[in-house]
């Protein structure tokens, strides 16, 4: 699942909302990391239609303008909860490893070194390349 598609089902967990509705949902519970353009969120609500985690729930007019409003599908909270849990877990996961690194005195080393705790190419390895 997306990041956009999960905040966009997130969005939609409470209650029924409109485009706009949606756009500033996804920006506040992101904590404005995730700014849909409205392009790339009918896309996603295409999408999500289509896999039917989400519905058109009803259609109004307001000054002129048809507001289309969709709600989450009891498929799509189930599949925004199993999104949730993998997330949780892999969370979890990286909070251990990062504290089993500090308890074991793990040095951090700088980015450009390469991934922390490998030595840098020295010599030929197996297939060739620097080992």
Do not use: K, N
Request: hydrophobic share 40%.
């Amino acid at each position: 699942m997306t990041r956009a598609a999960f905040f966009v089902l997130t969005a939609l967990a409470d209650q029924p909302r409109h485009g706009y509705g949606i756009l500033r949902e996804v920006e506040e519970l992101s904590d404005g990391e995730v700014q849909l353009r409205v392009g790339t969120l009918y896309g996603v609500l295409d999408r999500l239609t289509a896999d039917g985690l989400i519905v058109l729930d009803r259609e109004e007019v307001q000054q002129g303008r048809l507001r289309r409003y969709y709600r989450l599908t009891d498929d799509g909270a189930a599949a925004l909860e199993t999104e949730a849990e993998r997330m949780a877990a892999g969370a979890g996961a990286a909070r251990r490893r990062i504290a089993e690194g500090r308890r074991a005195g793990t040095p951090a080393r700088p980015a450009a070194d390469g991934p922390a705790g490998l030595e840098p190419p020295t010599a030929p390895g197996l297939a060739g390349g620097l080992a």
